[in-house]
């Protein structure tokens, strides 16, 4: 241990935070200052982990609608005739892997508290490597969905880890756009996903599937390297008492001087003695106790929630669902519904950062409710009419739009923001791991209600996710703050003084001018 790390512990031991105002943050200087270039590097890289989940998560269903892998791993259809996977089957391959995620979820938690942010994320890649692999090559359905199962411990873990590295590293006022950054990756990687499914569906024999599955398996192996040269989180080398390392690191990550940097760290410091002052050893199980309960509600909920929002038939089922009500090429149109989706991924973390958290949940919350509704009511009119079934497909691609640009932006914001930062490592673990429950549920609710041999809805079930997003908005309304430029300290007060999730505007305010008088 170094002689900082001696004196933290001194100071920690003698409860010397009474003197520093850790309300007050470094959070108005101009980016310019702030940013420099190894610090959007280390944002792009660390962002760039949800390219695993993303190009996961839209390669599978073009791949499924491909006759070559209908073929290889179950025949033809006996209810339809088709080279169309069964109900039971589409769960098997888009349901039960999802148990992967949540076992990597829950493992996040104390893998990174023992080795970091960024070693943890490593340890990510290597075990994705398995899986991908595995699916490459696999000889039958069940092989195939042991490696997507196996594929999703490494990035389920790792969308567990890198929300907080990225809120970690920046500026409480960059905060939202950091995190809400890592969607953009998300997509773009869907659309390359289904990029290369269209151009390889021509094919008849087995290289139709397995080039993209190749693709896939060279993710992992490109982001080792450019991870292993990143710094790790400051925040997360002081909670550990390494403080010249996190100094060291944290001048690595910021334009402005060393007077700045030690400014900075000196209130990372406090931050850490004051989380430590309150309790060590922080236990899971604390997520649910009185006093944090309504922040792991807020924390977790988007996350899982937008799960039944109705965005499942247009991104996990896209292809099938296209399929089914006979628009067009399914293939080429799953491109256009990935491609809107990376128009809101885009849009996103500015939105997110200009307009506000609640602003944008809200009114895009309300919009993807009427879409839900609307496209459920044509659906009663689209089997002998083309063109309402083209205008179903349309509103579907809109949705992507408006899901991205709002629900998703917020569902990695707001736990990385939320939670309290002793219980930031639980809460994240927790906020994934019951994101993929969900995920579990409704993958394997869909083909049942959708499918011809099965419910037969096919885009009726839009009604369905309608009136799920009426109880979302509901939940939201009350339970999601307004947490936009709010430093983590301040988060921590709003919560203290139990201020309602829609008086946390006009709080704001009182909070500004206490800080601005004891400044003088």
């Not at 990376?342 to 849009?347: H, V």
Request: with cysteine; glycine share 8%; charged share 15%.
């Amino acid at each position: 241990m170094d002689i900082a790390s001696i004196d933290f512990e001194e100071k920690l031991q003698e409860n010397a935070v009474e003197d520093i105002d850790m309300s007050v943050v470094p959070n108005s200087r101009p980016l310019g200052r702030v940013i420099n270039p190894f610090l959007v590097f280390s944002l792009m890289v660390f962002g760039a982990s949800s390219l695993l989940f993303g190009f996961d998560n839209n390669v599978v269903s073009p791949i499924a609608a491909l006759e070559p892998f209908v073929r290889k791993f179950q025949g033809v259809n006996a209810a339809t005739g088709t080279y169309v996977f069964t109900a039971r089957n589409q769960d098997f391959i888009f349901s039960l892997p999802l148990v992967g995620t949540i076992i990597g979820a829950w493992a996040a938690s104390p893998i990174q508290l023992k080795f970091g942010r960024k070693w943890s994320v490593t340890g990510c890649y290597i075990v994705s490597i398995g899986g991908v692999f595995l699916q490459l090559f696999a000889k039958n359905l069940g092989m195939f969905v042991a490696g997507r199962a196996w594929n999703g411990v490494g990035y389920g873990c790792a969308m567990a880890i890198s929300p907080l590295y990225l809120s970690e590293v920046v500026p409480a006022s960059m905060r939202g756009r950091a995190v809400a950054s890592q969607n953009i990756f998300t997509i773009f990687s869907g659309v390359i996903a289904t990029i290369v499914v269209n151009a390889t569906s021509a094919r008849n024999g087995k290289t139709a599937y397995m080039i993209p599955l190749a693709v896939q398996c060279a993710l992992p192996i490109i982001l080792i390297p450019f991870t292993v040269v990143l710094p790790e989180s400051p925040v997360w080398l002081v909670s550990q008492g390494r403080l010249e390392q996190a100094r060291h690191n944290l001048r690595k990550l910021r334009g402005f001087s060393d007077e700045e940097v030690d400014e900075e760290l000196e209130l990372i410091k406090v931050s850490e003695m004051a989380e430590r002052e309150i309790g060590k050893d922080a236990k899971f199980w604390e997520l649910f106790n009185r006093k944090n309960l309504k922040r792991t509600l807020a924390a977790s909920s988007l996350f899982s929630m937008n799960q039944v929002s109705g965005i499942i038939l247009s991104t996990t089922y896209a292809t099938i669902f296209l399929q089914e009500i006979g628009v067009g090429n399914p293939f080429r149109l799953t491109i256009a519904a990935t491609c809107c989706q990376l128009a809101g991924a885009i849009i996103g973390p500015f939105v997110v950062d200009s307009a506000g958290r609640r602003p944008v949940a809200l009114i895009g919350m309300t919009i993807l409710m009427a879409i839900d509704f609307i496209a459920g009511g044509l659906a009663f009119a689209s089997k002998n009419n083309k063109s309402i079934a083209v205008g179903i497909a349309v509103l579907s691609f809109l949705f992507n739009v408006v899901w991205t640009g709002s629900f998703y932006a917020l569902s990695m914001v707001i736990p990385a923001e939320v939670a309290t930062v002793r219980l930031r490592n639980h809460t994240m673990s927790y906020t994934v791991a019951w994101c993929q429950i969900t995920a579990v549920i409704t993958t394997f609710a869909v083909p049942q209600i959708t499918s011809a041999g099965a419910g037969n809805l096919g885009p009726k079930a839009y009604l369905v996710f309608g009136g799920c997003m009426a109880c979302i908005i509901t939940f939201t309304f009350f339970m999601i703050p307004e947490s936009k430029g709010l430093t983590f300290p301040q988060i921590d007060e709003m919560y203290e003084k139990d201020i309602p999730a829609w008086r946390w505007n006009s709080e704001r305010a009182n909070l500004k001018n206490v800080e601005e008088k004891k400044s003088l």
